[in-house]
């Protein structure tokens, strides 16, 4: 079992650049979440997914942020144009069924800074 | 609106000593309550907790719900540097997704 897989690992990029993020979820796990972290919010969920549908949106803080999963093995979420303050740690998990039933399983997340 | 509250914020502590963290919480309907361990990278799952008044526990870690107090607290016995770390709270919120606690940075000192 190879986990959670993110891509890349860290992103810099300048303002107004468009960032695509990457996640491979657990085989198998029918729940994908995309959370951001940073030191003044702790861990905030943005979007999740059941069956690659997408489920709860609210916490996609604006139109700039935009989020797919066209089947089971991957999703992307995209940021256009980005802007300094998305700066964190965007993680994605996978779950088998749905929370609480069973426990997330997160990646290593991809530490994006933007200048 | 859904809330989880960990307190303390960061604690530091020299190894051998018992710690305890706390979390607090308001949420809809509550279902259940975890716990993780987050150090450079991923969070990990430590426990699920359901039952209020029933202690989970794994090697030096327990952890314990009170849903009177809607509160849980995770004790560390005799801690070591490798326990140094985010501790994360998480409970699941009305539209069924976990909502996490800003987490307790915990520092262990040789």
């Known amino acids: 079992d190879a986990g959670v897989i993110q891509s890349p690992r860290h992103e810099v990029t300048e303002m107004g650049q468009e960032v695509t993020l990457r996640c491979k979820p657990i085989s198998g796990h029918d729940y994908l979440f995309w959370y951001r972290q940073t030191m003044m919010r702790g861990l905030e969920l943005l979007i999740y997914?059941?069956?690659?549908?997408?489920?709860?949106d609210s916490g996609m803080p604006e139109d700039r942020f935009s989020a797919k999963m066209p089947n089971a093995s991957f999703s992307t979420l995209k940021i256009q144009p980005s802007e300094p303050r998305d700066s964190a740690v965007y993680f994605c998990?996978?779950?088998?069924?749905?929370?609480?039933?069973?426990?997330?399983?997160f990646g290593n997340g991809t530490r994006l800074t933007v200048t | 609106e859904d809330k989880v509250v960990q307190s303390p914020l960061s604690l530091v502590v020299h190894e051998g000593d018992t710690v305890t963290l706390n979390c607090s919480y308001e949420v809809t309907n509550f279902r259940s309550l975890l716990w993780y361990k987050q150090e450079k990278k991923a969070p990990t799952f430590l426990f699920m907790l359901t039952s209020s008044g029933i202690e989970k526990k794994s090697g030096r870690l327990s952890s314990i719900l009170d849903k009177k107090e809607l509160s849980s607290i995770l004790n560390i016995t005799a801690t070591q540097t490798g326990d140094s770390a985010i501790y994360l709270c998480a409970v699941v919120g009305s539209q069924g997704n976990l909502i996490f606690g800003k987490g307790t940075k915990l520092s262990v000192k040789p």
């Open positions: 997914f059941n069956n690659n549908v997408p489920i709860d």
């Open positions: 998990a996978s779950s088998f069924q749905e929370v609480p039933n069973s426990p997330l399983h």
